[in-house]
């Protein structure tokens, strides 16, 4: 096991992991920016190095004194958190070059999931499905031919952008042919590059993924999926293990195909597989998000299982202590995030919280790193803390979670616990009716 | 007798003697005065003289402005070394002069001294680690 670990994070995670490893009893070294220098993280490790000034780039992501404080401090492993370094395989290369422990998967299998294009050329080969997607098409004739193959709805979508520049749906022949020249003048005024192509596109779908733990020796399990589909401009806002709508065989189901995606790159350590789901139960593999995720103790809570305990066990060499018959899920949990922004305009809200009363009683889990008195400093995102509960069912867990939230109290910064009380109440919510646009189309009703 | 609410050192000083003149035939023996972070006490010696003890005076901002400094703080984080000569307290220090350097993974970062001034003190000790923004000299002009 390690010697002593550096958290190469701050807020809510760097508190996370510092507290698994005093469970552990591996000492810590905190890194902090000059604005953090009060904060609940500095205070819990063993050791805290003041590391550059606030804006991240000088300080969360100054590689060079991260990697320099690691090495006087004495610590043998970085944990990376999310967010920041935690998906940057240069990182995870130079902690190696200097014998530092990088937590996480091999910066190869890093590199390899975090280029799109590969990630879908490896998804494919394993037998994972994509969204199908078209080569490039250069012209209308070439575009209906290929769209006839995956089928409307199709979205056209810049090769060279992102952002929803150059995106447009279309839902029958005659859309496409109109869509087509205007989407490539958006692609070539957007990106300098006219190309486009065209993909499948989802109308509803939930968002549904897969949390994976894996070894250095090929052994990898999964834990059982989270439901992602309430989010806001494609940030999520409340999450839920098990999902509603996923029964046992298709459960079994994507969880294989998540562990063909990570044995396909040889993963250890945590790590992400996300699909999006269709009304009539199409998966289709997104992405694999690398690192450990916000929304990780919905998953902890209903297997049991420590994932960052797990990640650092991984990382120090040892093999994975469960089998895959072992994991066991019981119960629901759900996660909602609460971040200093309003809840009408979403605007962050930067500042000093004066009162701060979090809810308690049985099932509830508060991951949070603030204290009354503490800032809240505008340089970095806007989390307060992640409110969890967990029931024996979805209902229990549901009924915990809205009670508190209306007992939680904040003051001195704005925040969306309003909106998130209202949105526990929702009908829709209640019954588990949602997908990946739900919020967005509720705010664009009001 | 009434301190004015806003801190001048010369206005003070008047209004303390004003404050002396008033009680020195008093039977006070003893007198103290708070203020935000200011302060001062007076105790009578034997023969009626008051012996003042004062706490502070004055801000930081007024030391500063009394005594202009100039600190130098650690640029990166790593471990302090000295030049082969170490650095002196009180000799000059010229605008350039190399204090000492940080090494950080292998590259070493000269600690150069930006503004001429007289080496008041040295918090830095060799070989130690150091944070970023660490106080390492502190010099006067």
């Given at each position: ?176 042919e109109k869509n087509l020249p205007l989407a490539q003048g958006e692609a070539e005024a957007a990106f300098g590059d006219s190309r486009v192509y065209l993909e ?17 020796f090929g052994n990898v399990i999964a834990l059982g999926e989270r439901e992602c589909s309430l989010q806001r401009k494609h940030q999520k806002v409340m999450e ?41 139960g199409n998966f289709y593999m997104i992405e694999v998000n690398a690192r450990i995720q916000v929304e990780h103790p919905v998953t902890e809570i209903v297997t ?143 | ?141």
């Amino acid at each position: 096991m390690f010697r002593k670990i550096l958290i190469a994070n701050r807020g809510e995670i760097a508190v996370r992991v510092i507290r698994a490893c005093k469970q552990i009893g591996i000492p810590t070294a905190a890194i902090f920016s000059e604005a953090d220098q009060n904060s609940l993280h500095v205070k819990l490790a063993d050791q805290a190095i003041c590391i550059g000034p606030p804006p991240s780039i000088k300080s969360y992501l100054n590689v060079h004194n991260i990697i320099s404080a690691a090495l006087i401090s004495g610590a043998d492993a970085i944990h990376p958190g999310y967010g920041f370094l935690s998906e940057n395989p240069q990182f995870a290369e130079i902690c190696g070059s200097h014998h530092l422990t990088f937590i996480g998967p091999s910066p190869e299998a890093m590199s390899q999931l975090g280029d799109k294009a590969k990630a879908r050329e490896i998804a494919h080969k394993a037998g994972v499905p994509i969204i199908p997607g078209t080569p490039v098409v250069e012209n209308i004739e070439q575009a209906l031919k290929e769209a006839k193959k995956i089928e409307f709805p199709v979205i056209i979508k810049a090769a060279a952008g992102g952002g929803g520049k150059g995106m447009r749906v279309c839902f029958s022949l005659k859309e496409l042919e109109k869509n087509l020249p205007l989407a490539q003048g958006e692609a070539e005024a957007a990106f300098g590059d006219s190309r486009v192509y065209l993909e499948k596109y989802l109308i509803h779908p939930r968002h549904i993924e897969v949390q994976i733990l894996g070894d250095q020796f090929g052994n990898v399990i999964a834990l059982g999926e989270r439901e992602c589909s309430l989010q806001r401009k494609h940030q999520k806002v409340m999450e839920e293990s098990p999902s509603a709508v996923i029964n046992p065989s298709t459960r079994e189901k994507i969880q294989k195909m998540a562990v063909r995606m990570a044995q396909a790159v040889h993963y250890s350590g945590a790590g992400t597989v996300e699909f999006l789901m269709e009304p009539n139960g199409n998966f289709y593999m997104i992405e694999v998000n690398a690192r450990i995720q916000v929304e990780h103790p919905v998953t902890e809570i209903v297997t049991g299982i420590d994932l960052v305990i797990e990640q650092i066990s991984a990382a120090s060499g040892e093999k994975l202590i469960y089998k895959q018959d072992q994991v066991v899920i019981q119960g629901h949990a759900i996660e909602c995030r609460i971040n200093a922004e309003d809840s009408r305009t979403f605007a962050p809200s930067a500042g000093t919280i004066e009162k701060l009363h979090w809810a308690g009683g049985p099932g509830i889990r508060v991951d949070s790193h603030l204290r009354a008195g503490d800032m809240i400093p505008p340089f970095y995102d806007s989390m307060i803390g992640k409110l969890i509960a967990y029931g024996r069912n979805r209902q229990e867990a549901l009924n915990r979670l809205t009670a508190a939230l209306d007992e939680t109290e904040i003051a001195g910064v704005k925040t969306n616990l309003a909106f998130q009380r209202e949105l526990t109440r929702l009908p829709a919510v209640q019954k588990a009716e949602i997908h990946v646009t739900f919020i967005e189309e509720l705010l664009k009703e009001k | 007798m009434m301190m004015s609410s806003s801190w001048n050192l010369p206005q003070f000083l008047e209004e303390l003697k004003d404050l002396l003149n008033q009680v020195k035939d008093s039977d006070i023996l003893e007198l103290s005065w708070e203020k935000d972070e200011h302060g001062f006490k007076f105790r009578r010696k034997k023969g009626g003289v008051f012996q003042p003890q004062i706490k502070e005076i004055k801000s930081e901002a007024e030391k500063e402005s009394i005594q202009p400094s100039f600190k130098v703080q650690s640029p990166v984080v790593g471990i302090f070394h000295f030049p082969d000569k170490k650095p002196e307290i009180g000799s000059l220090i010229l605008e350039g002069k190399e204090l000492g350097s940080i090494t950080s993974i292998n590259v070493v970062y000269p600690i150069e001294i930006e503004k001429s001034g007289r080496l008041a003190e040295i918090h830095a000790v060799e070989g130690e680690p150091v944070d970023f923004g660490k106080l390492l000299f502190t010099l006067e002009f």
